[in-house]
T-cell receptor, first 116, second 117 residues
Framework: AQTVTQSQPEMSVQEAETVTLSCTYD???????LFWYKQPPSRQMILVIR??????QNATENRFSVNFQKAAKSFSLKISDSQLGDTAMYFC?????????????FGKGMKLTVNP | GAVVSQHPSWVICKSGTSVKIECRSL??????MFWYRQFPKQSLMLMAT?????????EQGVEKDKFLINHASLTLSTLTVTSAHPEDSSFYIC?????????????FGPGTRLTVT
């Protein structure tokens, strides 16, 4: 079974600074997706960024980028120029893509607070 | 972008009654939808995978007779919590995959807060 570990339960950062959220996972699969989701106080889940395991290039979406280390099974999220609106719970998630399974396995989440 | 709605957004019911939660994909068709449960300050736990026109697939430990799932159309899945008890109070979230694309992305609804008194 796949597991996703987010070891930092909570972090805070000053506005405009850069912060890195860590995530590790355990799987025997070779083909899979990794995701970072954001859940603000409204509790709406919002996709931040995704990474296909077969792609060596790290995904980037504006201020958000990942450091994907497949051999180390590590998938960290870097938020640059942090904004107050980035305050939220962040969940790392794994999805196996072979065998017809589309289940998302979430980490426990990390609460990020951006301070003015 | 793809939008998923849930209704109601919150509901309070008495112990022993049943409550139905709807999940709709508004601008795409979804042969597969997912139901999650989230307790306060915890992560999302998958309860079941809802498949249009067939029986749902439940995760281990989830009572299928208590959490009835119906996916009767390509845009609607419903979750009925039968004989609800206070321990069923939680935040229920659905998601849907666009069956018209090859993308594995799941689009999430805004969630339903259930309180059983």
């Amino acid at each position: 079974a796949q597991t996703v570990t987010q070891s930092q339960p909570e972090m805070s950062v000053q506005e405009a600074e850069t912060v890195t959220l860590s995530c590790t996972y355990d799987t025997s699969e070779n083909n899979y997706y990794l995701f970072w989701y954001k859940q603000p106080p409204s509790r709406q889940m919002i996709l931040v960024i995704r990474q296909e395991a077969y792609k060596q290039q790290n995904a980037t979406e504006n201020r958000f980028s990942v450091n994907f280390q497949k051999a180390a099974k590590s998938f960290s999220l870097k938020i640059s120029d942090s904004q107050l609106g980035d305050t939220a719970m962040y969940f790392c998630a794994f999805m196996k893509t072979m065998g017809g399974s589309e289940k998302l396995v979430f980490g426990k989440g990390m609460k990020l607070t951006v301070n003015p | 972008g793809a939008v998923v709605s849930q209704h109601p957004s919150w509901v309070i019911c008495k112990s022993g009654t049943s409550v139905k939660i709807e999940c709709r994909s508004l601008d795409f068709q979804a042969t597969t939808m997912f139901w999650y449960r989230q307790f306060p300050k915890q992560s999302l736990m998958l309860m079941a995978t809802s498949n249009e026109g067939s029986k749902a697939t439940y995760e281990q430990g989830v009572e299928k007779d208590k959490f009835l799932i119906n996916h009767a159309s390509l845009t609607l899945s419903t979750l009925t919590v039968t004989s609800a008890h206070p321990e069923d109070s939680s935040f229920y979230i659905c998601s849907a995959r666009d069956s018209g694309t090859n993308s594995y992305e799941q689009y999430f609804g805004p969630g339903t807060r259930l309180t059983v008194t």
